[in-house]
């Protein structure tokens, strides 16, 4: 299958730095990337909606200028944690989707630990 | 409210016995439903995927029912391992455009030796 790669895969930092996780569609064209949030034992929760070129939808409830979405290519989007708090701590995922020549899939990334000291 | 229903307990089961999960779901008319498999620390990996007019779908020891009446997918794995051990979620696209998946809240396997 499609291969959605995630980087960094852990990242702690401190209180109120900035904090950038990319996301990257290896082998196909995605027309479409999410981002997730998930807490421990929860299911994953939509952040954010992105097209490549145009801004990120963003889900009721989560602050866009606190995290900023950038899809800059069919391939590429980064998710930007800004001034990071400790209740920022959380497992973010990426996904993207494409056509692959039936339907629209979507692949997820592997996630990313953030941890906010 | 639109909801997505699993099991939020753990299922334990032994080795060799047929698991089963139910994933309800209301006030959605979805084009089809997949289910996810995800380990620890690691993002979900798409395990199958049926449409409404699909009763049953395999792929070698999983089996997935679709039951739009009922508004209810159920998940078996046969034979199970250990190795089946993980967390097992359903996804419905919501507005059927190809534009989002909705989860549910997923169900834990633990399948002992």
């Known amino acids: 299958g499609a291969v959605v790669s995630q980087h960094p895969s852990r990242v702690i930092c401190k209180s109120g730095t900035s904090v950038k996780i990319e996301c990257r569609s290896l082998?196909?064209?995605?027309?479409?990337m999410f981002w997730y949030r998930q807490f421990p034992k929860k299911s994953l929760m939509l952040m954010a909606t992105?097209?490549?070129?145009?801004?990120?939808?963003?889900e009721q409830g989560v602050e866009k200028d606190k995290f900023l979405i950038n899809h800059a290519s069919l391939t590429l989007s980064t998710l930007t944690v800004t001034s990071a708090h400790p209740e920022d701590s959380s497992f973010y995922i990426c996904?993207?989707?494409?056509?692959?020549?039936?339907?629209?899939?979507?692949?997820f990334g592997p996630g990313t630990r953030l941890t906010v000291l | 409210s639109q909801k997505i229903e699993q099991n939020s307990e753990a299922l334990n089961i032994q080795e060799g016995k047929t698991a089963t999960l139910t994933c309800n779901y209301t006030?959605?008319?979805?084009?089809?439903l997949q289910w996810y498999r995800q380990d620890p620390g690691r993002g979900p990996v798409f395990l199958l995927l049926?449409?409404?007019?699909?009763k049953e779908k395999r792929k070698e020891r999983l089996k997935v029912t679709f039951d739009t009446t009922l508004k209810q997918s159920l998940f078996h794995i046969t034979a199970s391992q250990p190795a089946d051990s993980a967390t097992y979620l359903c996804?419905?696209?919501?507005?059927?455009?190809?534009?989002?998946?909705?989860f549910g809240g997923g169900t834990r396997l633990m399948v002992k030796p």
């Open positions: 996904s993207a989707r494409g056509f692959t020549g039936v339907i629209n899939e979507q692949f």
């Open positions: 082998d196909f064209q995605a027309t479409t």
């Open positions: 992105s097209n490549e070129g145009s801004k990120a939808t963003y």
């Open positions: 006030n959605y008319s979805p084009a089809y």
């Open positions: 049926i449409r409404e007019n699909e």
């Open positions: 996804a419905l696209d919501i507005d059927n455009a190809g534009n989002m998946l909705t």
